[in-house]
């Protein structure tokens, strides 16, 4: 697939009909015998002359987060008040990033995922909710933050780049499917839910025959 300058969601579908497919698919559950604690995180998609892009960030270098100095999507854990995970993802992009979302820009959500931190599972599940905004919006970094970025997703999804991280623990290696965009390697919880998004946009783009586009 090439961006078209037409709709600027390439390689995605425009919002209103990727809300359609984000409603209709049956997401994955992870149930709270399994993992009960919670979190949620904001995937931030607009559209460009070049195609959609997602938002991504870079947590700041900090004791006791597990995933310190990562790239990620805004988002974390929930908190009583929040009501719902919903909540939570617009609770956490406002705190984060300082982005006002509206629950009325929220397309959908996209499966659950389980946590994982130094080669561990943790009793954590994260949701990923899917949000479009029509403009590039004005960030207000907060100390969780160092940095914000907005991913291409018409490269990406052409696998211009993919790059392999080398993971390191307790002496052993492996290596774990990446993308690297301007210095930044995307990797782990935040490429499996990207992957899920793109994978989603490839189906239905192939199913009535843009995929050559």
């Known amino acids: 697939m090439t961006p078209q300058a037409d709709d600027g969601w390439a390689p995605l ?6 809300r359609a497919l984000l409603h209709a698919r049956q997401v994955t559950q992870i149930p709270a015998l399994v993992a009960p604690r919670r979190a949620a995180v904001a995937a931030v998609l607009r ?12 947590r700041a270098e900090r004791p006791g987060d597990r995933w310190s100095g990562q790239i990620s999507m805004p988002g974390g854990m929930a908190d009583p008040s929040d009501g719902d995970l919903l909540t939570t993802a617009l609770r956490e992009a406002r705190e984060e990033l300082g982005l006002a979302l ?12 389980i946590a994982m931190a130094k080669g561990r599972i943790l009793p954590l599940a994260i949701t ?4 479009a905004v029509d403009h590039v919006p004005t960030l207000s970094l907060n ?3 160092t940095t914000a970025f907005w991913l291409p997703l018409a490269p990406l999804l052409r696998g211009e780049l993919n790059a392999v991280h080398r993971y390191s623990l307790g002496g052993l290696g492996q290596d774990l499917p990446a993308w690297r965009y301007e210095g930044h390697t995307i990797w782990g919880l935040t490429h499996r839910m990207l992957s899920k998004l793109m994978e989603i946009a490839a189906a ?5 025959g843009r995929g050559g586009r």
């Open 13 to 18: 579908r425009p919002a209103d009909r990727l």
């Open 204 to 208: 239905d783009a192939g199913a009535d």
């Open 128 to 131: 990923p909710y899917v949000f």
């Open 102 to 113: 509206q629950p009325s820009q929220a397309l959908g959500r996209l499966d659950d995922q």
């Open 143 to 145: 100390h969780e933050a």
């Open 47 to 58: 559209p460009d002359v070049m195609g959609a892009h997602v938002l991504l960030m870079r």
